[in-house]
């Protein structure tokens, strides 16, 4: 009864969103993601300056972990949020909480209360990640919403070559503040731009409550999990005490938080969201496709330098083939989605290109040449770029508007999770075939007598990326809602 009340309450609020509107709404999100995006890349190339200005070397790392666990965790709890209160007053608070973030990092006197400020900017950052695509979700209805990946794609890739030339522009000829103060116009430019029109976004489910100790046992059990991931293998053994208790103590409250949604009246992830098998296989296959494809972008570039000779920056410039067929891949799959009947065999033939493109490139890591390495990574990247649409709109597709932030939230935290385990996934892979890299996957004077390192890590990346088609064909496919149905997404579904 509850719930039909709710709808109706939410269709009687709606107000119709003009074509301009929504473009205004959409460019606004995106640069606040754009933001968050950027302060992923942005900090590493100012990392030494940072540390020759405020000390404290050993704590450098940090600034990246911070910004990681915090981020992670949040992402599905600042999904239930907006479903319960509305987009804007979230997406409004995700925002101050970034911005907050950048002022206290802009500000540090030293590197510990840098770190704080880091760590705030991941809150508000990965509130940013999963409400970008929720409020796409929103605006658009699923048989058009797969164009928007292209936007979404191309954010990222504007983030990842604009953060590492910014970061080392204004740490080298300025002063590294900028990394930070730059965020604070650009935030208050997405705020006025959104402002208004989002005010038309109806609350997708009033008169529920959030699971507070649910929400803290979910960020407990992320941050050990991730704190785990990150220091295995370069801060500490993996079979070391210290990782081992990380790793037993996330299991307990994972445990916890498993048991909290079972027994909680409003839990904070509906049982009905992970119940179903449309969420679950493509949440999985996203996640499977960013371990490996994280975990390789990560080692890529020592191949580049170690086996193919190429310097540090000629390297970062080489991974543009991947970088850009990840967003051709994206854009092409977004166009072809309204097409198809059964969309999902798009991911499924770009998932089986990178493949095969993958194990092309560790059968030949040996003796390839620059050429053959940027074809085939450039292949990888359109291959596995047709997957993200495909799992974003299935995903969103297969719930309600009331579940609508949670799915995008659950979608997100499981692909930034998977990114994060396939970086330690090939870096036990790298390290027990005797390449010695940080955690980051930095080359320090690495010496090698083979390319076997690489072809191991190319060949685990593959089997990944296999047991992500393999999700993907298992995910059930549901027809996609029209602009008709959108209207009043949750009267009929």
Same mark, same amino acid.
């Given at each position: 009864? !509850? ?17 301009? =509107? ?29 540390? +020759? ?29 907006? !479903? ?14 970034? @911005? ?37 979700? !929103?605006?658009?209805?699923?048989? #058009? ?19 590492? @030339?910014?970061?080392?522009? &204004? ?12 965020? $604070? ?56 005490? =210290? ?13 916890? &938080?498993?048991? +909290?949604?079972? +027994?909680?009246? #409003?839990?904070? $992830? ?10 679950? *296989? ?36 080489? %991974?543009?083939?991947? @970088? ?14 309204? +097409? &198809? ?9 770009? $998932? ?10 560790? *059968? ?9 390495? #940027? ?12 997957? &993200? ?10 719930? !309600? ?54 072809? %191991?890590?190319? $060949? ?16 059930? =496919? ?6 008709? =149905? ?8």
């Amino acid at each position: 009864m !509850d719930q039909a009340v709710d709808k109706q309450t939410m269709a009687a609020d709606a107000t119709p969103l003009t074509e301009s =509107e929504k473009n205004a709404i959409i460019g606004g999100v995106l640069l606040s993601m754009l933001l968050a995006a950027l302060d992923q890349t942005i900090i590493a190339p100012a990392m030494p300056t940072i540390a +020759r200005a405020l000390g404290h070397a050993e704590y450098l790392p940090w600034m990246v972990t911070g910004y990681l666990l915090t981020a992670t965790a949040v992402a599905p709890l600042y999904g239930k949020i907006s !479903d319960v209160y509305g987009r804007r007053p979230t997406v409004y608070a995700a925002i101050l909480i970034f @911005l907050a973030g950048s002022l206290v990092s802009a500000m540090a006197p030293n590197m510990f209360v840098l770190v704080i400020g880091r760590a705030i900017q991941g809150a508000g950052g990965g509130g940013l990640f999963a409400l970008a695509q929720t409020v796409i979700g !929103d605006l658009v209805p699923p048989r #058009e919403r797969a164009r928007y990946a292209a936007w979404v794609s191309g954010t990222w890739a504007v983030a990842s070559i604009a953060g590492p @030339l910014l970061g080392g522009t &204004f740490a080298e000829h300025l002063h590294w503040s900028l990394i930070f103060w730059i965020n $604070i116009p650009l935030g208050l430019v997405a705020m006025a731009i959104i402002n208004k029109p989002l005010k038309k976004l109806p609350i997708a489910a009033k008169h529920h409550r959030i699971d507070g100790l649910g929400a803290v046992l979910l960020v407990i059990a992320t941050a050990l999990l991730l704190l785990a991931l990150n220091w295995g293998g370069s801060t500490y053994p993996w079979f070391s005490g =210290e990782i081992l208790g990380l790793v037993t103590g996330s299991a307990v409250f994972w445990a916890l &938080f498993a048991l +909290r949604l079972l +027994r909680a009246a #409003e839990p904070l $992830i509906s049982l009905e969201v992970l119940g179903n098998p449309i969420v679950l *296989a493509g949440a999985l296959s996203m996640f499977l496709l960013q371990a490996a494809n994280i975990g390789a972008s990560v080692y890529l570039p020592v191949y580049l330098q170690t086996v193919i000779g190429l310097s540090v920056s000629e390297s970062g410039l080489a %991974m543009l083939g991947l @970088l850009l067929g990840t967003v051709a891949g994206a854009a092409s799959s977004g166009r072809l989605i309204p +097409r &198809f009947v059964h969309y999902k065999r798009i991911a499924m033939i770009g $998932i089986a290109l990178a493949i095969v493109s993958i194990g092309v490139l560790s *059968a030949i890591a040996g003796h390839a040449s620059l050429l053959e390495v #940027e074809i085939l990574t450039t292949l990888i990247g359109l291959g596995s770029g047709t997957t &993200f649409p495909v799992a974003t709109v299935s995903v969103q597709n297969a719930v !309600d508007r009331t579940h609508l932030g949670v799915a995008t939230g659950v979608l997100t935290f499981l692909r930034t999770l998977g990114g994060a385990l396939g970086v330690a996934l090939l870096g036990a892979v790298a390290l027990g075939y005797g390449l010695p890299l940080s955690a980051e996957g930095s080359q320090t004077h690495i010496q090698l007598t083979s390319a076997l390192p690489f072809v %191991m890590i190319f $060949i685990t990346a593959g089997i990944t990326l296999g047991l992500a088609l393999v999700a993907m064909m298992l995910m059930p =496919e549901k027809a996609l809602r029209g602009r008709d =149905e959108a209207v009043a997404p949750v009267i009929a579904e």
